[in-house]
């Protein structure tokens, strides 16, 4: 399975600022996906990055306030605008394996705290 | 619309078995996967079922009823190091999975 970073691990963010999350693969991935975990939540699906056009937003998440870059098929940033208290969450990144079921693996995750 | 329900906690006893359920209603099924969360860390993928029936992997069975839309998780031979969360997740298009909100797992002495 591919290998997943993403920087920062966690941050502390005042409110109305924005941060940008980075995520990295080992290998080259066509899909890599967005997620949001709230505090004590499940996964909730943000958008799906696609590489050399615009990502793929699901119901309730729009560009303006999470702005997604795939400049190619190893990377992706996802950013978190103007935050507020809501934001507070952990950001997750995943690729998917199309090898066996298109399983996904994810990255360690970004602790978000806005304040 | 999606619906994925699964127990919100549940508890064992070290070396016992347990099983953790998981109904779903999508409006479409490409495979139903299981995946365990640590706290404070990232989920890793456990099994993945697309036809009924029973998938072994060590001391990890899980089972899917297509239609009955339901699954369930096996865990054997429990260790203090299965505590965590387990998530329940659908596969209802390409690409697309919708997470169940996760049963937290205490494995007791």
């Known amino acids: 399975s591919a290998v997943i970073s993403q920087k920062p691990s966690r941050d502390i963010c005042q409110r109305g600022t924005s941060l940008t999350i980075q995520c990295q693969v080992d290998s080259q991935v066509t899909m890599m996906f967005w997620y949001r975990q709230q505090p004590g939540q499940s996964l909730t699906l943000i958008a799906t990055a696609n590489q050399g056009s615009e990502a793929t937003y699901e119901s309730g998440f729009v560009i303006d306030k999470f702005p997604i870059s795939r400049p190619n098929l190893t990377f992706s940033t996802l950013t978190v605008s103007n935050m507020s208290p809501e934001d507070s969450s952990i950001y997750l990144c995943?690729?998917?394996?199309?090898?066996?079921?298109?399983?996904?693996?994810f990255g360690p995750g970004t602790r978000l705290t806005v304040t | 619309g999606q619906n994925i329900d699964q127990p919100t906690e549940m508890t064992a006893t070290e070396g016992a078995i347990v099983q953790i359920n998981c109904t779903y209603q999508t409006s479409g099924f490409n495979g139903l996967f299981w995946y365990q969360q640590h706290a404070g860390e990232a989920p890793t993928f456990l099994s993945y079922n697309v036809l009924d029936g029973l998938e072994e992997k060590g001391r990890f069975s899980s089972f899917l009823s297509r239609s009955k839309g339901y699954s369930y998780l096996l865990l054997k031979e429990l260790q203090m190091k299965d505590s965590a969360s387990y998530l329940c997740a659908v596969s209802s298009g390409y690409s697309t999975l919708t997470f169940g909100k996760g049963t937290m797992l205490l494995v007791s002495p």
């Open positions: 995943s690729v998917e394996d199309q090898g066996l079921g298109y399983e996904q693996y």
